[in-house]
């Protein structure tokens, strides 16, 4: 497999849990996809997904929360984001032409590690963006025991009328070769830069929100520009198919922020009312950013996930 000439290790100052693994892997389409693996846990092992915007780093806190537990952690950058390849080397677009490329990302790291993950129960933990690629996942593979779900962009916050008039206007620039276009977007990894915190949608914890902002200053190849027209028709696409495929058959632990603006509670609520084995927790007062929210919330999340993983992964 080709060497990435890509720079797996961020500058310095932004911190990294020690004991791991990050590195590149090609994919069949020949994007460089960057992971981190933590692997001395027995218990099982995390897969985390990250949403729109985000980076393995981010995730730091969650990480050692699982690692605590005796878990085993995999995260990965999406292509187009974090430090894995971008899209003609941009960091101000945020782009892929179909939302089945994120399968190939995922696939293509499970694929490379399954000798050593396959010896372990595997346990899904997806974000926004990361909630909709993974839900895709687990109706294609049967191998994962169990998933948590935070924020899932299961739907647009917008409504039906908006999608309808945007969409095809979004076809007609595309099919004139400017799908690289972007489209204003609530959620654009560089805004946090300027954007005041009392502004913000993401979370009510501004310690949370002043480290996003500092990781970016430390390093600005994590940010994200907001998403081009061919990534809003993929996205779209993609939920459209979503929104006719049952469940996966297997446990499922959802949160969803009380205040969150950033993706379609409706969906989320539909959804999980026909999930069997589903369960839907609403985080009264929590923003977009459940996992880095206040700290009562916080407890609230690590006390349901500990239910949550003694009822699947005993000791």
């Given at each position: 497999m080709?060497?990435?000439?890509?720079?797996?290790?961020?500058?310095?100052?932004?911190?990294?849990?020690?004991?791991?693994?990050?590195?590149?892997?090609?994919?069949e389409d020949r994007k460089f996809i960057r992971y981190g693996y933590w692997g001395q846990g027995n218990r099982g092992t995390v897969i985390i997904l990250p949403g729109r915007t985000e980076y393995i780093e981010k995730y730091n806190f969650v990480i050692q929360e699982f690692l605590d537990r005796n878990f085993s952690v995999l995260c990965i950058d999406w292509r187009?984001?974090?430090?894995?390849?971008?899209?003609?080397?941009?960091?101000?677009?945020g782009h892929v032409k179909d939302f089945f490329e994120y399968q190939i990302d995922l696939e293509t790291i499970l694929e490379h590690l399954k000798d050593t993950l396959n010896q372990k129960p595997k346990l899904l933990l997806a974000h926004s963006m990361g909630g909709c690629i993974g839900l895709r996942y687990l109706l294609r593979d049967t191998t994962f025991q169990s998933a948590i779900f935070s924020g899932p962009l299961w739907g647009l916050p917008v409504s039906d009328l908006t999608v309808s008039i945007l969409i095809p206007i979004f076809n007609l620039a595309i099919s004139m070769g400017l799908g690289l276009?972007?489209?204003?977007?609530?959620?654009?990894?560089?805004n946090i830069l300027t954007k005041?915190?009392?502004?913000?949608?993401?979370?009510?914890?501004?310690?949370?929100?002043?480290?996003?902002?500092?990781?970016?200053?430390?390093?600005?190849?994590?940010?994200?520009?907001p998403p081009t027209l061919s990534w809003l028709k993929a996205l779209n696409d993609e939920l459209n198919k979503l929104a006719k495929m049952p469940p996966p058959e297997i446990p499922q632990l959802t949160f969803l922020g009380e205040s969150d603006k950033v993706i379609s509670k409706k969906a989320i609520e539909s959804r999980m009312a026909r999930t069997p084995m589903g369960e839907l927790k609403i985080l009264s007062g929590a923003m977009h950013e459940v996992f880095f929210e206040t700290l009562d919330i916080?407890?609230?999340?690590?006390?349901?996930?500990?239910?949550?993983?003694?009822?699947?992964f005993p000791y």
């Open positions: 080709p060497k990435s000439t890509l720079n797996p290790l961020p500058r310095l100052g932004i911190k990294l849990l020690p004991k791991g693994i990050l590195d590149y892997i090609q994919t187009g984001q974090g430090l894995s390849q971008r899209p003609h080397g941009r960091t101000d677009i276009l972007t489209y204003p977007y609530k959620i654009d990894g560089f005041p915190f009392e502004k913000n949608l993401l979370t009510k914890n501004i310690d949370s929100y002043n480290e996003m902002r500092d990781n970016l200053l430390i390093d600005p190849r994590l940010g994200l520009g916080k407890e609230i999340i690590w006390e349901e996930i500990d239910k949550f993983l003694n009822k699947n």
